[in-house]
């Protein structure tokens, strides 16, 4: 990236800032991105042991699974899902608060001995499914923030940062030239004088 800049003082004053600005956010950002970095691989981590706990209940009732003809769809619903939202390094994550369910009477002597083992299990796997939905989904939202922050650090370090300071070397180069030049000048100046003052003498 060409930083744009004039060749006097103010504007080296104005670069200086940038580029002390930049070298300070520079730490505070790494480490926001190291931190997303963690929290990406927890949240991977929990989805994975979400899944593996679904599967395991899966397998646990498969000897049921001819019997679930026999349940009525109609006994349980998800009424209504409560979240919170939390922040993890300044990415704002919705957190499972509540689930309610709605669930419907049902009259034990008639209705299948399981039923209410079998609801039980429902409202398990629904629990275990919305949480491993929300995992997933901040998995998603925090892996897109350390993915801009990366982005961050490496506009900083290896385009706005070296530019900067190429920016003020050329600068700083130029004003001193500028300054050679014009005290070469006044000395010749001076040289002139005294030869002509030492000619008239």
């Known amino acids: 990236m060409a930083i744009k800049f004039q060749y006097n003082k103010t504007a080296?004053?104005?670069?200086?800032?940038?580029?002390?600005?930049?070298m300070r956010a520079l730490p505070t950002?790494?480490?926001?991105?190291?931190?997303?970095?963690?929290?990406?691989?927890?949240?991977?981590?929990?989805?994975?042991?979400?899944?593996?706990?679904?599967?395991?209940?899966?397998?646990?009732?498969?000897?049921?699974?001819?019997?679930?003809?026999?349940?009525d769809r109609e006994l349980i619903r998800i009424k209504d899902i409560e979240l919170t939202i939390s922040k993890i390094a300044g990415?704002?994550?919705?957190?499972?608060?509540?689930?309610?369910?709605?669930?419907?009477?049902?009259?034990?002597?008639?209705?299948?001995?399981?039923?209410?083992?079998?609801?039980?299990?429902?409202?398990?796997?629904?629990?275990?499914?919305?949480?491993?939905?929300l995992f997933q989904r901040k998995m998603n939202m925090l892996d897109f923030a350390r993915k801009k922050t990366t982005q961050k650090v490496n506009l900083y370090e290896k385009v706005q940062i070296p530019g900067y300071e190429d920016a003020?070397?050329?600068?700083?180069?130029f004003l001193e030239d500028e300054e050679?030049?014009?005290?070469?000048?006044?000395?010749?100046?001076?040289?002139?004088?005294?030869a002509e003052e030492e000619a008239q003498a």
């Open 12 to 22: 080296l004053g104005d670069l200086d800032k940038q580029l002390k600005m930049r």
């Open 29 to 71: 950002i790494k480490s926001k991105e190291s931190a997303l970095r963690m929290e990406v691989k927890k949240a991977k981590d929990t989805v994975a042991e979400y899944t593996e706990a679904i599967d395991k209940i899966v397998h646990r009732y498969d000897y049921m699974a001819a019997l679930w003809g026999e349940f």
């Open 91 to 133: 990415v704002r994550i919705p957190q499972l608060k509540k689930i309610i369910f709605e669930q419907k009477s049902y009259d034990i002597f008639s209705s299948p001995v399981w039923t209410t083992d079998g609801i039980a299990i429902l409202k398990e796997l629904a629990k275990l499914g919305i949480e491993r939905e």
């Open 168 to 173: 003020i070397r050329k600068i700083k180069r």
């Open 180 to 194: 050679n030049l014009s005290k070469s000048s006044q000395k010749i100046v001076k040289t002139r004088h005294q």
